[in-house]
């Protein structure tokens, strides 16, 4: 057995879940908050339901001094070719915080057949939760 090749799968999964992962999470009594690191203008276009918007350049410690610390924040953005997720979780993680990035992003989450909110939403399979 490979041990780095095994430790690296393990950090993988502790850092990063997908949009199933996030829709289970959602849909239990995990603590998360979703977090969508676009600009506000792309939040308002479309975002997973109940999603808050902090865009990751505008984060400071002012901008999150009135989020809870014991939530976990799961970051995401557009998709494979955005990083906004990733310099979002970063920024968060710098400020104290407990964070996990979604792999695939908003378009991954509805090509998984999730529901969506804002402007140009698009139905889908609803959250549990009803965020």
Known sequence: MNI???????????????????Y??????????????RATAAYAREHIPGA????????????????DRSKIYVCYCDGIGCNA?????LKLLNLGFEV??????????KRDGYATEGEHACSGTELACGC
């Open 24 to 37: 289970e999470a959602l849909g239990s009594s995990e603590p998360v908050i979703v977090v969508d690191g």
């Open 52 to 67: 808050i918007n902090l865009p990751h350049r505008e984060l400071s410690p002012a901008s999150v001094a009135s989020l």
């Open 85 to 89: 997720s990733t310099k979002t979780a």
């Open 100 to 109: 996990r990035e979604m792999i695939g992003g908003l378009d991954w989450w």
């Open 4 to 22: 780095e090749q095994k430790n690296h799968y393990q950090n993988k999964l502790a850092h990063e879940m997908d949009s199933w992962d996030l």
